[in-house]
């Protein structure tokens, strides 16, 4: 069987396993806001699902992420989830002879985009608390030459959970202006993260932003994202477009919903969410496990689980209804050091993580031959 038909089946077991708590995604299971789900319902009962949305988004919605980015001047491409917005990006500007830096851990596609468009990808390492978990400006400078076209940044790190600051991100943007790289802020989970401050404004010409419904707003099976570009980028972008007969109609009214009520919402879900991730932290520590960075800017802890294999926990927490996710999914060469549970969801789930954690973690020490992850 194919590596691509053995994957699918994985997640088919997954969405088919009845209650499953899913806490390895960094989705949102907090129950939807009710604006939200009136406007899907009253998207769906007025029959809009018939019609092709804007290639570019409802305008309404491209203006209301651009004023909740603050960054006036810049214009937003609605796209099928944040990651096609990166694909978009990666088609755009990565080539053979070109190089994509990016940190180690980081998202992957982005990098697989990146090669299957013929860039080398760079991995800078940052698992290490020499750097604070974090990438350096030094450490970037020494990395990126003048056939860099792409600087790939994840902030709040997935899944490190660490958060640049604006110096960082000053710096970031001018080594990228002095390589003639475009930088490429992925802020999929800046609405978890205390002063996150968007790239593109102090790169307005050499930015861009990917973001996300998915996670904050939890829409991720919708389908809902954007990039971000100065306005002068626009139309390179929109001609490599794959969403170019629109996103989802649904989802787009969906989101602009959850914009207009995104202060309410977003102090509920971080209200749920710290607490969350405080319960799992105490309950990580009794075991004897680690946590490298707290406090946490995304919606999820990474755990380092010492002498336990992190694909045991995963395994032995499937087969109590509990989906959390491997170091390996992000990272090759740091993978085994640790597991990622997702803390945006219902507070029941995260007690019955920390009840059964003791038991996760003694059967996961046990466990030797174990069916492919990913």
């Known amino acids: 069987m194919s590596d691509a038909l053995i994957r699918n089946r994985y997640f088919d077991s997954l969405t088919a396993t009845p209650g499953l708590m899913w806490m390895g995604q960094n989705t949102n299971h907090i129950p939807a806001h009710p604006a939200v789900r009136e406007a899907m319902h009253k998207a769906i009962e007025a029959g809009e699902f018939n019609a092709y949305a804007p290639p570019l988004g409802f305008e309404a919605l491209r203006a209301g992420i651009v004023a909740d980015l603050g960054v006036p001047g810049a214009e937003a491409m609605v796209t099928e989830g944040g990651v096609n917005a990166l694909a978009m990006v990666c088609r755009s500007r990565c080539?053979?002879?070109?190089?994509?830096?990016?940190t180690d851990p980081t998202w992957k596609w982005p990098c697989l985009f990146a090669r299957q468009a013929g860039a080398e990808v760079i991995e800078i390492p940052i698992y290490d608390a020499a750097?604070?978990?974090?990438?350096?400006?030094?450490?970037?400078?020494?990395?990126v030459d003048e056939r860099t076209t792409v600087i790939y940044i994840v902030d709040p790190n997935n899944p490190l959970g660490i958060r640049y600051t604006e110096a960082e991100i000053t710096a970031f943007a001018e080594i990228a202006r002095g390589c003639g790289a475009l930088l490429v802020h992925d802020c999929t989970y800046r609405d978890f993260a205390e002063g996150h401050f968007p790239a593109l404004r102090v790169a307005p010409e050499h930015a861009v932003v990917s973001v996300s419904f998915s996670k904050w707003l939890g829409l991720a099976g919708l389908r809902i994202g954007a990039l971000v570009a100065p306005a002068a980028l626009l139309e390179e972008f929109a001609g490599s477009s794959s969403s170019v007969l629109g996103a989802s109609v649904v989802a787009q009214r969906a989101a602009m919903a959850g914009l207009a009520v995104k202060a309410e919402w977003m102090g509920e879900v971080r209200r749920v969410d710290n607490a969350n991730k405080a319960m799992l932290r105490t309950a990580a520590e009794a075991q004897g496990f680690h946590l490298p960075v707290w406090p946490s800017h995304g919606n999820f802890l990474v755990i380092e689980t010492g002498a336990v294999r992190p694909e045991a926990m995963v395994e032995a927490a499937r087969r109590r209804g509990i989906m959390i996710r491997q170091g390996s999914y992000h990272t090759a060469r740091f993978g085994d050091r640790f597991i990622k549970v997702s803390t945006s969801v219902p507070g029941a789930w995260a007690e019955a993580l920390v009840a059964l954690l003791p038991e996760i973690t003694a059967e996961a020490r046990t466990l030797n031959d174990l069916p492919p992850q990913f």
């Open 95 to 102: 080539r053979p002879g070109t190089t994509f830096v990016t």
């Open 131 to 143: 750097c604070g978990y974090r990438l350096t400006p030094e450490a970037l400078a020494r990395a």
